[in-house]
């Protein structure tokens, strides 16, 4: 089984989250969401909609019944409960300042669609860049992970045309899927005992003259591994390779891998990232915000090239670069970069800050894995390189089908308890790893 420490699981927890006593009361500040807006709305002077649009409250109110009774079909992903996927309730703050962006809905393509969102996620890819050690990034926020990935394969394709692409096979599928949509050659590349790319399988196909770019993973979706990008790095060099890090799950880690409490991660893979070629990174996982949240991050400058393009009906109100010149998507919603920007005033990427979050989920990965190492119950497959726990039930006597069994059951059992119930997942694993006298993972 696969299980993701994102706090302590409290049996017998209220469901509904006491917010106000926390953070943020959203019942006080969704509502002042709605003066912001009308207060600027006051400013243009009163107009009448459209009768087409009128919707009275005696016909509103049964649809939105309706509508709330379908959101009952929902997994408790803001709950203890919830263990499983990387899928998190984005914090009170972003969801305050998504909303009240949202209600002006800009657009972050270009200024002239957004321009307070627009100096608002100009500031935010520079907090993150920093987060990374990356001095003067070329940047934005995107609408995924996959996005940024694309983009980020899309410069390391016109870097070096006719080139290919190593991955490892832990990696994110994104990457095997944008090599084919954008025609360069993927090579996957095995992954050690600890789930990291292969050093030696890696320097063999660099010799070959095939590769171009280099992805490593700062956290794969299914083990959390954590490749040796201060290994990758040099190797690649010396081939004349780039170097692509896919930090999309893991990279707030950051600010616990590049401080002096790094609470058990290994510095170095961390450190390293300042001298690579391009960076993606997910706010809508470890950053607590709304889905619609990735960012892709260049180290060089002058990568905004391999994006230029003209508008005949944008790109009119200013000099410097539009976000939408150095990207591929082009309509943004702004009100990301809003929530993120609200997030980050609050909980600055530092390690007093955004830090003391990763620091806690990383402390209750390690302990949850020191518990299950002395279980006669459970037996842990891996030890976490960050938050992700993996584990199965230590069945016996022991057979591949009995733990591919004893898995299913406990996903199933433990989803529809009637008291208490408990939200895993399972991830698929190399049945060659998976042994009766040690660790094990499901099949």
């Not at 591949?400 to 939200?423: I, K």
Request: glycine share 10%; charged share 20%.
């Amino acid at each position: 089984m696969r299980g993701r420490c994102a706090a302590v699981r409290i049996p017998g927890a209220s469901v509904v989250p006491p917010w106000e006593d926390v953070v943020v009361d959203l019942r006080y500040w969704l509502p002042r969401a709605v003066d912001v807006f009308e207060r600027f709305g006051e400013r243009f002077g009163p107009f009448t909609p459209h009768p087409s649009h009128r919707i009275d409250d005696a016909a509103f109110a049964p649809v939105f019944e309706r509508f709330a009774k379908r959101l009952d079909d929902n997994y408790p992903f803001f709950h203890p409960s919830y263990a499983g996927q990387m899928v998190k309730a984005p914090h009170p703050a972003a969801v305050v300042g998504y909303v009240t962006a949202m209600l002006f809905n800009p657009n972050n393509h270009a200024a002239e669609g957004g321009p307070a969102t627009t100096e608002m996620e100009r500031e935010c890819v520079a907090s993150l860049g920093a987060m990374f050690g990356l001095k003067d990034p070329l940047g934005h926020l995107t609408t995924s992970g996959t996005m940024a990935n694309l983009e980020a394969l899309y410069v390391a394709r016109e870097s070096h045309p006719g080139r290919g692409v190593a991955y490892s096979s832990e990696c994110h599928y994104t990457h095997e899927r944008m090599c084919h949509v954008l025609g360069m050659e993927g090579h996957r590349v095995p992954v050690d005992a600890r789930g990291r790319i292969d050093l030696e399988a890696l320097e063999r196909l660099l010799a070959t003259g095939r590769v171009g770019t280099v992805v490593v993973t700062l956290g794969t979706t299914g083990l959390g591994a954590v490749d040796e990008v201060h290994e990758v790095l040099p190797m690649a060099r010396r081939h004349g390779a780039r170097v692509h890090v896919d930090a999309a799950y893991g990279g707030f880690f950051a600010l616990l891998g590049r401080s002096v409490d790094p609470v058990g991660l290994d510095p170095r893979p961390w450190a390293a990232v300042a001298g690579c070629d391009s960076v993606v990174v997910d706010p809508h996982k470890h950053g607590l915000q709304p889905y619609g949240c990735g960012a892709v991050l260049f180290n060089d400058p002058g990568a905004g090239r391999h994006f230029a393009h003209d508008s005949p009906y944008t790109y009119f109100t200013q000099a410097e670069l539009h976000l939408g010149e150095i990207s591929l998507e082009c309509s943004r919603a702004g009100a990301a970069a809003a929530g993120l920007w609200l997030t980050l005033q609050l909980l600055p990427l530092n390690r007093e800050g955004f830090g003391e979050i990763l620091a806690a989920g990383r402390r209750a990965a390690l302990r949850w894995a020191d518990l299950l190492a002395g279980s006669d119950v459970l037996e842990l497959y891996q030890r976490p390189d960050l938050d992700i726990v993996t584990y199965v039930p230590a069945v016996r006597p022991f057979s591949l089908l009995s733990v591919d069994a004893a898995c299913e059951r406990l996903l199933h059992e433990g989803m529809y308890a009637a008291d208490d119930p408990v939200f895993l997942s399972v991830l698929r694993a190399d049945a060659r790893r998976v042994r009766p006298a040690s660790s094990a993972g499901c099949a």
